[in-house]
């Protein structure tokens, strides 16, 4: 058998003509070449370290940090109330009669003490949350775990604010979904993302 038999099996393949830029359909001229029908689609997120990096920041952060806002505005409130009750505070011991009892003095600064700790606490988580409200654009891995850590305070600082008109239970179930939220992948990988 020679290579040259157009019958042999093992011979040479026939030279096929080349195909041209639209497979076989004609070409209108100025149209850009599609390829296979379809137009290309524009990237939607750059390429790092095997993945992909989000270029907006996905719903779900930004979900969490809206609702970092609003356990941020509830501290805020919180504060103003315990405030309104310190102000308040000397005229109500007033008015119970205490002032002639040492002991009963003693207790009521006790109490005055405890409302200036609360005072303090509600306006330290109030500013926590609004530093990490501002860093979701531009901030690492730590603002999203320090997110995670401060719903979870936050979750304990609702106990304290329950009988505020229901303000106590709305802190826990937006701190339980800014834990949620910002534990999703979709937020990982927002602050995993690559800033030049």
Not at 112 to 125: C, N, R
Not at 159 to 171: E, H, K
């Amino acid at each position: 058998m020679s290579f040259g038999d157009p019958n042999n099996p093992y011979g040479q393949p026939p030279q096929q003509p080349p195909a041209g830029p639209g497979y076989g359909y004609p070409q209108q001229p100025g149209a850009p070449q599609q390829g296979y029908g379809y137009p290309a689609a524009p990237p939607v997120s750059q390429p790092y370290g095997g993945g992909y990096a989000p270029t907006q920041m996905p719903g779900i952060t930004r979900a969490a940090q809206i609702l970092l806002a609003v356990i941020a505005v509830a501290h805020v409130i919180i504060a103003a109330v315990y405030a309104v009750a310190l102000a308040q505070w000397d005229e109500l011991v007033d008015e119970a009669g205490i002032s002639g009892d040492v002991s009963a003095e003693e207790f009521a600064d006790l109490g005055k003490g405890v409302i200036v700790f609360f005072v303090g606490l509600a306006a330290v988580f109030a500013v926590l949350g609004l530093v990490l409200l501002l860093q979701y654009a531009k901030g690492g891995p730590a603002v999203r775990v320090c997110s995670i850590v401060y719903a979870s305070f936050a979750i304990v600082s609702g106990i304290f604010a329950l009988g505020m008109y229901g303000l106590g239970l709305l802190i826990w179930v937006v701190s339980i979904l800014v834990i949620v939220f910002a534990a999703k992948r979709a937020s990982a990988d927002w602050f995993r993302r690559p800033r030049y």
